[in-house]
């Protein structure tokens, strides 16, 4: 009789109190000791300086990377806390060619050149919508709470969160209000008028010898509601490509359910999953975007993406940014996003837009902080606090010159410093990521081991000594796993919905995915890969895992593709010897609903990476009773113990963790695994249990946003 048929193993220890009694009381891992104490020396930072200094040129007057981490780690831990303060000086006007003279509109191009005029004329909305005019944050007691609700002026440029915020949406009803009331008009600053200028993000801080890292302070009981805007180029599933886009989505939806306010921008690719987005309207149709000297005609959209409200950017112009058909792989990608990320930009500043918090993520959306304090801010938007999330050190955004014209930013002289935008590595290149970390109000990576790993392990690809002098602004959250998207008990995606006290059910599930997939029905355990096909996973291990695994009598499922041709056709070659064997299927591809059945029909989940800057899959395979077999890197590391090898108690075990990149280690773990399922079902079950108990939900990590959200905001 085969496993499947019978009933699999009885769990090992109901009795045992749950992983996630645990962790609710226990902060995340990535908040790391020394929170209050941090929070304490950033209240410290009172002391001004005299002198205009941009975010970056403070420490590193050498200009050689490997000088700047080197002076950084003889810096006394008194100057690590030197105040940073307020710019009294009259600050540079940069961006030059954002005001050049106003000239026709070519309209068969999209161009026109951006005057002083366009810049100052509030965006119109094309018609007044009624999802606006529904929002919480459109209630009449915010927008008739006087100054609360202005969007500021330069001169009172926000100091305490939540009480000279303009109100959290004075935003989207800022051009009816505007046109009605001119108090609530925006006052951009002329030129030549003296700005105040708030303190730059970040001049880096010194690092002391042994500093401990940055931890968010603890949560604060009653708080007002955030007006946050996410900048993105990836929302799940509308335009998914990886992790990235599930990150937005779950952390957005947190951080609504918390009370929050929140917006997402994104680029309006032709590929979107237009299928999922409800009440697509234009809402603004004449955003003129500057760009190159000149400007881009953009229509702006408003729509809901499984309740999340959203604005899609279409430039007018004959590059053809987002009608690609796919969302990266293109060799004018830097200019693509750099210019998504100054549109997104000029949206939020012509809108009216004042946001508490900008969240941006990599390098596409990196230039956002740059822009904001050295273009924006200077026009007077002073109020949002930036936090950029990296999610992949490896793709950075290192480009040519060339991008600081495009988007007026100018002054190459300028930016080509090392303590700004020039690339470590290449002293030719700019680097958008280098950017967001120099200009960000504080900087997140999507594990805490990944943090250590990039800054002081080599990780960081070039990114180490910036990292080093802004480590007092650097911290890792764990990434959280949406629980309304990605949960068996009511997983619309499955054959049949199953829970960790309905375990027995998901045997249904692993034989709908083999019958989906003419997989043989028999009593063999399924060890399943989801995921790109790119280096990173560790594709040698992945294939190799194939071969092992049906040498140990498994079967073996993966899923995944490559923007990589060669990679590509590699694995669609492999597919095809294994066409006709009864226990291996590859899905050469991307398919979100299978992904859903094959966590849900796995018995085991491989992730074998060389590195992982958080990692979804083991979290979702986690949360769907298939046993992660992981290398202990990165976020894998942080989240899978290993069953065998661990000092954790037994119940906060979920599964089985190998070191070495090669076969002897991969097959190290997942020997064991296949063996425990084999020989000792009852443990196997008891593994399930633990695994699928755990809350790698966005409720931990989601608290650990906010007290990072406050952080900056009391800056
Ligand atoms: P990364 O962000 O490096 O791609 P993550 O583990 O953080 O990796 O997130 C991967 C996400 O993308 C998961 O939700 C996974 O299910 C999904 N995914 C990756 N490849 C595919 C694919 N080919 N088909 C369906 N879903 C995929």
């Known amino acids: 009789m085969s496993q499947d048929k019978k009933s699999p193993p009885k769990s090992q220890g109901s009795s045992a109190k749950s992983p996630n009694q645990k962790k609710a009381s226990t902060p995340v891992a990535a908040v790391k000791p020394g929170a209050e104490k941090a929070a304490k020396t950033a209240d410290t930072r009172a002391e001004p300086i005299a002198a205009k200094k941009s975010p970056a040129n403070v420490t ?46 070519s309209a068969d191009a999209g161009m026109k050149a951006v005057g002083p005029v366009a810049e100052l004329e509030p965006l119109k909305p094309v018609m007044t919508s009624p999802e606006l005019a529904r929002s919480p944050m459109d209630a009449p007691d915010l927008l008739n709470a006087g100054p609360a609700s202005r969007p500021e002026s330069v001169a009172d440029a926000s100091k305490k969160p939540g009480v000279d915020a303009p109100g959290p949406e004075a935003v989207a009803a800022t051009p009816l209000a505007v046109a009605s009331d001119p108090t609530l008009r925006v006052e951009p600053v002329q030129p030549g008028q003296p700005v105040e200028r708030r303190a730059l ?47 937005v989505f779950g952390l957005c939806r947190e951080m609504e359910q918390r009370g929050n306010h929140v917006e997402i921008i994104l680029p309006k690719y032709d590929c979107l999953r237009y299928d999922h987005i409800w009440d697509l309207q234009c ?115 290192a480009t040519g010159g060339g991008v600081l014209n495009a988007t007026g930013l100018n002054r190459p002289e300028y930016y080509f410093h090392y303590d700004r935008l020039r690339d470590n590595n290449n002293p030719q290149a700019i680097n958008l990521m280098k950017g967001g970390i120099v200009y960000s109000n504080f900087v997140t990576t999507v594990s805490p081991r990944y943090a250590s790993e990039a800054k002081d392990q080599g990780q960081a ?53 083999r019958h989906r997939l003419m997989l043989a029905d028999n009593e063999k355990p399924i060890i399943a890969f989801v995921g790109r096909l790119d280096p990173q996973k560790g594709i040698e291990l992945i294939r190799h895992a194939l071969f092992y695994t049906l040498a140990q009598g498994g079967q073996f499922v993966l899923l995944g593709s490559s923007p990589d041709h060669s990679l590509n056709a590699y694995f669609v070659g492999l597919k095809h010897q294994f066409n006709d064997n009864p226990d291996a299927h590859l899905e050469i591809g991307y398919n979100e609903e299978l992904a859903h059945l094959i966590y849900a029909g796995a018995d085991i989940t491989v992730v074998p990476s060389r590195f992982e800057p958080c990692g979804l899959i083991q979290l979702i395979a986690m949360r769907y009773g298939a046993i992660p077999v992981v290398r202990e ?33 991969l097959e190290s773990a997942l020997g064991r695994a296949i063996a425990c399922y084999y020989q000792y079902p009852e443990h196997f079950r008891a593994l399930m249990k633990n695994a699928m108990r755990y809350d790698y939900s966005w409720n931990h990590p989601g608290q650990d946003y906010l007290n990072i959200y406050d952080f900056i905001r009391e800056q």
Request: charge should be negative; glycine fraction near 8%.
């Open 633 to 665: 890197v990165g976020g894998l590391a942080d989240t899978v113990i290993d069953k065998d090898f661990s000092n954790h108690a037994l119940n906060e075990r979920n599964g089985y963790v190998f070191r070495d990149y090669n076969e002897a280690g």
């Open 461 to 513: 690809f070039g990114l180490e000594p910036t990292l080093h002098i802004h480590h007092s602004k650097y911290g890792g959250v764990v990434n959280g796993v949406d629980y309304e998207v990605w949960n068996p008990e009511i997983d619309p995606l499955l054959s049949v919905n199953y829970s960790v006290d309905s375990l027995d059910l998901k045997y249904e599930n692993k034989r709908a995915l």
């Open 60 to 105: 590193n007057t050498s200009g050689a990377p490997a000088e700047a981490s080197k002076t950084s780690g003889v810096s006394s831990p008194k100057s690590a806390s030197k105040p940073r303060a307020s710019l009294a000086a009259k600050p540079e006007r940069p961006g030059a060619s954002a005001n050049p003279s106003k000239t026709e509109q």
């Open 283 to 397: 809402a603004y149709e004449d955003l003129w975007v500057p760009w190159g000297g000149a400007a881009i005609h953009c229509s702006v959209y408003s729509g809901s993406v499984h309740g999340r409200k959203c604005y899609f950017i279409e430039p007018h112009s004959q590059d053809n940014y987002f009608n690609r058909g796919v969302v990266y792989g293109f060799n004018d990608d830097v200019m693509r996003f750099a210019f998504f990320s100054r549109a997104a930009m000029e949206f939020l500043w012509k809108a009216g837009k004042h946001p508490d918090i900008i969240h941006c993520h990599d390098w596409q959306t990196a230039l956002v902080p740059v822009m904001l304090y050295e273009i924006y801010q200077p026009m007077g938007m002073m109020h949002p606090r930036v936090c950029f999330t990296i999610h992949n050190f490896k793709h950075q955004g």
């Open 201 to 247: 993000p970040h001049e880096p801080a010194q690092e002391a010898p042994h500093a401990p890292e940055w931890a968010p302070p603890p949560h604060h009981p009653v708080r007002n509601p955030l007006f946050i805007v996410h900048i993105s180029s990836e929302l799940a599933p509308v335009a998914k490509v990886g992790g990235l886009a599930d990150v």
